[in-house]
């Protein structure tokens, strides 16, 4: 059960879009279409902001997308906000009732 | 309101014992498959445990496996993690989730677990 590659920090400048990717393995992300993503400020437990890859649970803003190619799946922050600041995990399905995280991305909005 | 409370967390020696709560309410519990997940200071986010609506199907992470169990009552709403020979590695922020779909949409507020001689 290895964790997934998030890289460690990405940032945009408000209204930029900004990009992070989530890298596993055919046993994971390659092998379910059950990629979820969280948002967790600083003290704070995690918020859910995407599930089954691209779906957003709702109040999430559709500023927020999902998306995922081969082993490899993508949240993307689109016009970016000062309050999306904040460390963001990946997450996949890995089979036999099994979970694995991403080890999070810390997005600076500069 | 729907929310998960956790407590149970303190500060213990390695090779002891605790038992973690997690207390549903707002929500019909029963229907739910429930899991824990851990964040060790500074740390990311690692799945521990998870079990079924009804108790019947549990799963471990390899880190915990033969010494933390996962059970639950429905009749009280409540979600259990017996930790038991903890180490200094298992010292983590410990949050309980509910599933939704394959992902976890609702999170309690953690309760702390330290282990340290």
């Given at each position: 059960q290895s964790a997934l590659t998030q890289p460690p920090s990405a940032s945009g400048s408000p209204g930029q879009s900004v990009t992070i990717s989530c890298t596993g393995t055919s046993s994971?992300?390659?092998?379910?279409?059950?990629?979820?993503?969280?948002?967790?400020?600083?003290?704070?437990?995690p918020k859910f902001m995407i599930y089954e890859v691209s779906k957003r649970p709702s109040g999430v803003p559709d500023r927020f997308s999902g998306s995922k190619s081969g082993t490899t799946a993508s949240l993307t922050v689109s016009g970016l906000q000062a309050e999306d600041e904040a460390d963001y995990y990946c997450s996949s399905y890995a089979g036999s009732s099994n979970w694995v995280f991403g080890g999070g991305t810390k997005l600076t909005v500069l | 309101e729907v929310q998960l409370v956790e407590s149970g967390g303190g500060l213990l020696q390695p090779g002891g014992s605790l038992r973690l709560s997690c207390a549903a309410?707002?929500?019909?519990?029963?229907?739910?498959?429930?899991?824990?997940?851990?964040?060790?200071?500074?740390?990311?986010?690692?799945?521990?445990?998870?079990?079924?609506?009804?108790?019947?199907?549990?799963?471990?992470?390899?880190?915990?496996?033969?010494?933390?169990?996962?059970?639950?009552?429905?009749a009280k709403n409540t979600l259990y993690l017996q930790m038991n020979g903890l180490r200094a590695e298992d010292t983590a922020m410990y949050y309980c989730a509910r599933a939704w779909s394959v992902g976890f949409d609702m999170w309690g507020q953690g309760t702390m677990v330290t282990v340290s001689s």
């Open positions: 994971d992300v390659g092998g379910y279409n059950y990629v979820s993503w969280y948002q967790q400020h600083p003290g704070k437990a | 309410s707002g929500f019909t519990f029963s229907s739910y498959w429930m899991h824990w997940v851990r964040q060790a200071p500074g740390k990311g986010l690692v799945w521990v445990s998870n079990i079924n609506s009804d108790g019947s199907s549990k799963t471990y992470a390899d880190s915990v496996k033969g010494r933390f169990t996962i059970s639950r009552d429905n």
